[in-house]
Structures are given as C-alpha cells and as structure tokens.
C-alpha cells in the first residue's frame, strides 16, 4: 500500500494549453520529487523540492514548475503544452532531508498525461 | 551518478530464484546502490539498497562484490507477481539524492 497518492489519474490536454497535477505525500515525508516517464523508458527526474524549496533540477525546461505545501502535498504545474510532454508524471517522497543516504522513496502511481 | 548496466530482460520459472545482475563498475565511495521496481501502470517500488555490505529484507537480498564493481539482486522465491521491470541505481550526495533511472531489467516469471 502506497502512502502517496496522485491526482488525477488520467488527464488529457490540448497542446498549448496548462495543467496541474497533485500529489499527496506521506505524513512527515518532506522531500518531494517529480518524474517524468515515457512509454518504454524509465522516470526521468524533473526536480525536487525539500522543506518547500526547489533544491535539484533535471534537464526541463522552466515551463516546468512546483510547488510543495506545509500539508506534505505538493504540485506539479507544466505551461504550454507540448505533444511530447504525453507521459506518465511520478511523484515520490521521502522522510529523509536533502544529502541525506539511505532511505528509500515511495512513489505515487502516476498520472496518464495525453497531450493532443 | 555512476552508471550501471543491466540485462535488458530474462526469464525466471515460478519458485525458483530470480538472480539479477548489475554492473557498476564507476561506483564511487559513498554512492549506495539502489534496486527499485515498476509493475505494469503502477509507480516504482523500492526493494533494497546497500553500501558495501550484503543486505536481506522481507522482499529480496543483495550482494555487493567486494570491489563494488557489480552487485546481484536475489529473489529467493519468484512469484508471478514479482513480473515487473527491476532497475538498478547508484546514488550519491553529488546527486541531491535523485534516482537516475536506466533501462532497467523486465523480468518475467513463468509458471
């Protein structure tokens, strides 16, 4: 049983348009990352937030945005839409702080992007 | 992040042990070795992880090579819902902690 959970599941967009995908995080977990996967490849980091603060990105673009929430729930906000931007979105979380080792992350199901 | 390198697939028969293999050979001192897995349309679930020691837990073991070059994940007793893509992750302070995910492994177990 997974302690993150994502919303919605499944989304579909038009191209150029803006979409919000939300994450729920365990209680206590205040590192919080984002992944994008696309079909047949594995997640591919898309940044990290600690303590409501950006503290790593991966290579996307600033269309690509976040934010994180006292409550341990946290968003992922992309702007103008592209076609390629079609993947599964991962959010992750985990209880221990930035630079710490050892701990695994708990990951969301993921939510179904499809931009058309 | 030190890159490793899996096998792109394999075949394990119901019951028996699933050994899964990585390569790590730019491993650095204080990068741990992570093994993760993603069922079909669900999130990736951790399994396991180690330094330099061998570690067993509920769900796998893993044996690091004593020059960390390679690791093994074992699944002692493989299920059919132990199908699912295995990845294998070194990982660092130097990293900010995030998993640099490869191809991965898609292991399927037979009856």
Redesign the interface.
């Known amino acids: 049983e997974t302690g993150v959970t994502q919303s919605p599941t499944h989304l579909i967009k038009t191209r150029g348009q803006q979409v919000t995908l939300r994450c729920s995080s365990q209680s206590g977990h205040n590192t919080v990352s984002w992944y994008q996967q696309a079909l047949g490849q594995g997640p591919q980091f898309i940044f990290q937030y600690y303590r409501e603060e950006e503290n790593g990105r991966g290579n996307f673009p600033p269309r690509f945005s976040g934010l994180q929430f006292p409550n341990y729930s946290s968003e992922l906000n992309v702007n103008a839409l592209e076609l390629d931007d079609s993947a599964l979105y991962l959010c992750a979380s985990s209880g221990v702080g930035q630079g710490a080792l050892g701990y695994g992350y708990t990951f969301g199901s993921g939510t179904r992007l499809t931009v058309v | 992040d030190a890159k490793t390198t899996q096998p792109t697939s394999m075949d394990c028969a119901e019951g028996r042990a699933a050994n899964l293999p990585c390569n790590h050979s730019t491993i650095s001192g ?1 990068e ?1 070795v ?1 093994w ?1 897995r993603q069922i079909h ?7 396991i ?1 180690g330094l330099k020691n061998n570690e067993t837990n509920e769900m796998a073991s893993l044996i690091i090579t004593e020059d960390r070059k390679s690791s093994t994940l074992i699944l002692p007793h493989a299920t059919l819902r132990d199908t699912a ?1 295995y ?1 294998c992750i070194a ?3 130097a990293a ?9 492994t898609r292991v399927l177990v037979k009856p």
């Not at chain 2, 349309?41 to 399994?47: A, F, H």
């Not at chain 2, 900010?96 to 991965?104: A, I, P, S, V, Y």
Request: proline share 4%; glycine share 24%; no cysteine.
């Open positions: 204080n741990y992570y993760y349309s669900q999130g990736p679930q951790y399994i992880h893509v990845y990982m660092g302070r900010g902690n995030k998993l640099t995910f490869g191809g991965g």
